[in-house]
């Protein structure tokens, strides 16, 4: 795990507190250098996966002061390599059984709220990953296919999607879904123009196997989201993560758009299908592997929403899960 350092800066009267706080904290290192007019900079070296208890003790006695303001810094490394300042006694639990091993909260939102920012380079990266996944399913081909999923920005608003239900954060969410809604008909609106443009042909191996769901696809989607959370939060790059999404999530649609645009309206509806089902498969995977490391929100009442606020979410992608089976399953027979 890397290293992170805290900053802070404090009135002098309380560095001697933040020494209690930090006793039972398995810190690298901990210092406090005297500014003038009375103030301390506290530096706190730690493994990245300690630093949300760290945080969590941190933000409920100093934060809410005007002026305090906590700072993560990622280290790339120390010398001489530093142990541990600090060892729990006998019988109490460490840090590391408190804590999974992952990066802390707010680190993780602030990595995923990025990710999920609308902005112009989005809209360009989805326009052009839907218009190279276009012409490889138009020409049968699955290497420009995977090209397209390398600059298809799927993964950073499914993920935020996940965690904004996780924490029970409203704003958060708010941002994932303009985010996801407007890739989404971007894709669909080129596509299907592109359809409408070319003679697309719906008996070709890459479309035909874009127009139902079959168990391997379901398969792919939860796997596919479990690997976008544990990038997120384990600190690792989430390049390679986000083209196994987007390989659950943007040839199908873009399949939906060009059959569509191409006179195909049946085999389209089986594309949309598939893509409804992944997108359920990955954001339920999504939150559960956020509950399963642990992501929590720091205070009892954002707790409390946030159980809620879940609840509802895996409720009602198990039950969209169960009624787009149902309804795969059912239309099959007919």
Request: net charge neutral; aromatic share 4%.
């Amino acid at each position: 795990m890397a290293l992170r350092l805290i900053e802070m800066v404090l009135q002098e009267k309380d560095g001697e507190e933040v020494r209690e706080l930090l006793k039972e904290q398995s810190v690298l290192e901990h210092r406090q250098l005297r500014l003038s007019g009375g103030e301390v900079l506290v530096r706190i070296l730690l493994d990245a996966e300690q630093n949300e208890a760290v945080l969590d003790l941190l933000g409920k006695r100093y934060t809410g002061e005007a002026g305090n303001r906590v700072v993560i810094l990622p280290v790339e490394a120390t010398l001489p390599r530093a142990e541990p300042e600090s060892v729990a006694q006998p019988g109490q639990p460490t840090s590391e059984e408190k804590t999974p091993g992952r990066i802390g909260r707010e680190e993780l939102y602030e990595d995923i709220k990025d990710a999920a920012q609308l902005s112009r380079v989005y809209l360009a990266m989805a326009a052009l990953s839907t218009v190279v996944a276009a012409i490889g399913l138009y020409y049968n081909s699955v290497a420009i296919i995977i090209g397209a999923m390398v600059i298809a920005p799927l993964l950073g608003p499914n993920m935020a999607l996940a965690l904004s239900t996780t924490l029970g954060d409203l704003t958060l969410l708010r941002h994932a879904l303009l985010t996801a809604l407007a890739g989404i008909a971007t894709a669909i609106v080129l596509a299907v123009i592109i359809g409408m443009l070319l003679h697309v042909d719906p008996t070709s191996p890459q479309l035909a196997s874009r127009g139902g769901v079959r168990l391997g696809n379901i398969v792919v989607a939860l796997a596919s989201g479990v690997a976008g959370a544990l990038a997120f939060t384990t600190g690792v790059s989430a390049t390679l993560i986000g083209v196994m999404v987007a390989v659950a999530l943007l040839p199908p649609l873009v399949a939906f758009g060009l059959l569509l645009g191409s006179g195909h309206p049946a085999l389209a509806m089986g594309a949309l299908s598939l893509f409804l089902l992944n997108l359920v498969c990955v954001n339920l995977a999504g939150v559960t592997t956020f509950l399963v490391q642990g992501i929590r929100p720091a205070t009892w009442w954002e707790a409390d929403r946030a159980v809620k606020a879940t609840r509802i979410a895996i409720t009602l992608w198990v039950t969209l899960l169960a009624l787009l089976i149902g309804l795969i399953l059912l239309l099959r027979k007919g």
